[in-house]
């Protein structure tokens, strides 16, 4: 598998737009029954209505009923440490998880307690982070933060094929794909972004100008637009693919915003969350490239890592280190007159 590094010369613009006037988000938690457990990366199963999320440090997958309010838990088989990361749900219903500890990813089908596992081919990759599906659902890009690579696991024939980062300690991490079924990756250990071509399996690297940029989370928006939290200095970057521009745009929290998880809605609004004490919902408008006014997490969040936007509810799922899973229901946009 060859790899390219490509080196971006555009030099990025700053911007500090005021904020935009549309309305916060409604959020909502439930506190997690088990302990200090770190729930994390809450996805939602279509057919059910569950919400499955990772219990990292309590070693579990676990649901929520946002009805009922009940929540079920799962044992991985014979009290593996298995330190879930991430998890994916696909159509029928399993529930695909990133086996951070046990160099793996694996497989639950909650309505019989079946799990699979599928080990990864290269025992330097140990630590499967963040999971993606393609647009048709046939495979599972992931990348691997301290195995210093991407992957991409076929579900039918459970083949792995992992492809190594050039620059040392790049730590792969935050993946989404484009419109053409193309992953990106953010490079944390790095001022770097990463894409696959999926024919080829060809890797390159795109360089941010800024030395000092470190990006962990990623969107995409519907133009194949480029967003990533720079967790360094407190600034949302945007790469456009097509011209090869970076601009930036500082966050409402300034330098020490730290910017986490993130998600994109449905009109193009790029969520992040600054992890301040209390951490904050943020939305940056794409449309109007203004940010909203800071809303706070009401059990302060501790640390909001990865979220889950679902377009039937218009609302974006979080978890917390403050031991709870979150929605925040988000308003539609407003289209302001033109003065």
Known sequence: ???????????????????????????????????????????????????????????????????TGEFKRFEFPNGEMVGPHNLI?????????????????????????????????????????????????????????????????TIATGNVQLIKVPTPNARPYGIKLDSKGRPWIVLFGTNKLATVDPATMQLREITIPRAEARPRRIEITSDDKIYYGDYATGVLGRYDPATGKFDEFPLPGGAESRPYGMARDDDD???????????????????????????????????????????????????????????AIVPPREEKPVP
């Not at 951070?100 to 089908?109: C, E, F, Q, T, V």
């Not at 081919?121 to 599972?140: A, S, W, Y």
């Open 269 to 327: 609004r790029v969520w992040v969350v600054q992890t301040s004490r209390p951490n904050q919902f943020v939305a940056f408008d794409t449309k109007t490239q203004k940010f909203s006014d800071p809303t706070p997490v009401p059990s302060g969040g501790g640390t909001v890592r990865h979220m889950y936007w679902d377009a039937a509810s218009k609302s974006i799922w979080f978890g917390t280190d403050a031991n709870t899973i979150g929605q």
């Open 1 to 67: 598998m060859k790899t390219l590094v490509i080196a971006a010369l555009a030099v990025p613009a700053v911007f500090a737009a005021p904020a935009f006037d549309d309305k916060p988000p409604v959020i909502k938690e439930w506190p997690v029954p088990w302990g200090e457990t770190r729930p994390r990366d809450p996805f939602v199963d279509q057919t059910t209505g569950r919400i499955y999320f990772c219990g990292q440090a309590g070693n579990y997958i676990a649901y929520l009923d946002p009805k």
């Open 89 to 153: 749900v696909d159509k029928k219903g399993l529930v695909w998880y990133a086996g951070n500890l046990a160099a793996h990813i694996g497989s639950l089908d909650p309505s019989t307690g079946t799990w699979k596992r599928y080990p990864m081919p290269d025992p330097m990759v140990r630590d499967p982070h963040t999971l993606m599906f393609d647009q048709k659902g046939e495979n599972i890009w992931f990348t691997a933060q301290g195995g210093n690579a991407i992957g991409r696991l």
